[in-house]
């Protein structure tokens, strides 16, 4: 049977793919409400969904996830019965020398999450139809050799990073709480995103900006490292089949088919430039790429097998690597103001990046 969301919670809905998530969703089944909940930290931006401001469908919470009392009382008056959760720490250079924030946010909020959720639905409700959706990472499964097959949903875990081990908890806890509880909850596991509104610390926005304004784009070690890159609206469809069609108690991977080495990435993106920007004085772009020290525990490769969700409930990519890329380049040359703000807050070696001497 079909699950039919009407009054959605997004956690973490200012964020990147949180924010094309609310875009997506209420172009999409504008009859639905969603409310979202984020504490706007610094890659939480109100200004992503301003457009939406006013419409009677939508309604922005500023608040913490770790808030159970707050997020019970949202689940009641707004007779939410679907958890849409993306609220989490997940820039794996800041877990790594700051650990403590992901395993607060990542674990301790999704456990909180899970508690208020229970008790309004399970507790108070007992019967009600409802839906917990948990939006994970392919980095809980740790990494791959250049020859070994990709993840699926049957991988043991094996996560590298405080934050890959994070949200591998999470998972776990969610799992948990379907099987011990009865709570109705999904789980996804996807690739990398890239799109619109990405913060500008992650790669891509990172080396538009930086190509854009003439400064080194910084590539950890030899740029060998692969990932399966995956356009952030093919995501939020993927989630919308597993919430309406998907098993309950189930996990399904979420990929792109496009596994890129990242210095490969930047090679395509700098060559975009060049066909766009003939007379830029950085032409050739690619001039403008360095090498800086290798991250610690940098996983050499990651790839998802997404043939569970396509088999199951009929999901395919609607984006090549290169149409994906090409939207996103456009919607950032559309949206400086995005990525030229003054509140930027890069991280060790992005930081560093600056005009080549």
């Known amino acids: 049977m079909t699950y039919q969301p009407k009054n959605l919670l997004v956690t973490g809905g200012a964020g990147f793919i949180g924010t094309n998530f609310v875009h997506y969703w209420l172009a999409s089944y504008p009859e639905t409400h969603i409310t979202v909940l984020d504490a706007l930290t610094y890659a939480g931006r109100y200004s992503n969904l301003e457009s939406l401001e006013g419409q009677p469908n939508f309604r922005?919470?500023?608040?913490?996830?770790l808030d159970q009392p707050l997020v019970e009382n949202l689940l009641r008056e707004g007779s939410i019965e679907t958890i849409v959760h993306f609220a989490a720490e997940s820039h794996v250079d800041r877990s790594i020398y700051g650990p403590?924030?992901?395993?607060?946010?990542?674990?301790?909020?999704?456990?909180?999450?899970l508690k208020a959720a229970k008790k309004v639905w399970l507790d108070e409700n007992k019967g009600c139809t409802h839906r917990f959706h948990h939006v994970s990472t392919d980095e809980v499964y740790g990494t791959l050799s250049a020859t070994d097959p990709a993840f699926t949903e049957t991988?043991?875990?094996?996560?590298n990073s405080p934050y890959a081990a994070s949200k591998a908890a999470s998972d776990h806890i969610v799992r948990a709480y379907q099987h011990t509880y009865g709570l109705s909850t999904t789980t996804s596991n996807c690739s990398n995103n890239y799109g619109p509104y990405q913060?500008?610390?992650?790669?891509?926005?990172?080396?538009?900006?930086?190509?854009?304004?003439?400064?080194a784009v910084p590539i950890y070690g030899d740029g060998q490292q692969i990932r399966?890159?995956?356009?952030?609206?093919?995501?939020?469809?993927?989630?919308?089949?597993?919430?309406?069609?998907g098993q309950v108690g189930e996990t399904y991977n979420i990929g792109g088919n496009?596994?890129?080495?990242?210095?490969?990435?930047?090679?395509?993106?700098?060559?975009?430039?060049?066909?766009?920007?003939?007379?830029?004085?950085?032409?050739?772009?690619?001039?403008?790429?360095?090498?800086?020290?290798?991250?610690?525990?940098?996983?050499r490769r990651y790839a998802i097998d997404n043939r569970k969700i396509c088999q199951a409930l009929g999901y395919t990519p609607a984006e090549t690597f290169q149409s994906g890329l090409a939207k996103t380049l456009d919607w950032y040359l559309t949206h400086t103001s995005f990525w030229q703000a003054d509140d930027i807050q890069l991280f060790g070696s992005h930081a560093a990046a600056k005009e080549p001497a």
């Open 199 to 215: 913060y500008p610390e992650k790669l891509i926005p990172l080396a538009i900006s930086n190509l854009l304004r003439g400064k």
């Open 155 to 159: 991988t043991p875990y094996a996560p």
């Open 60 to 65: 922005f919470v500023k608040g913490d996830i």
């Open 100 to 113: 403590d924030a992901f395993l607060r946010t990542n674990i301790d909020g999704t456990h909180s999450l």
């Open 228 to 245: 399966d890159w995956l356009y952030v609206d093919d995501h939020n469809r993927g989630i919308d089949l597993i919430i309406r069609t």
């Open 258 to 299: 496009n596994e890129q080495t990242n210095l490969n990435l930047i090679h395509t993106l700098c060559a975009l430039l060049d066909e766009r920007f003939p007379n830029s004085p950085h032409v050739p772009h690619h001039k403008l790429i360095t090498y800086v020290t290798d991250r610690p525990g940098h996983d």
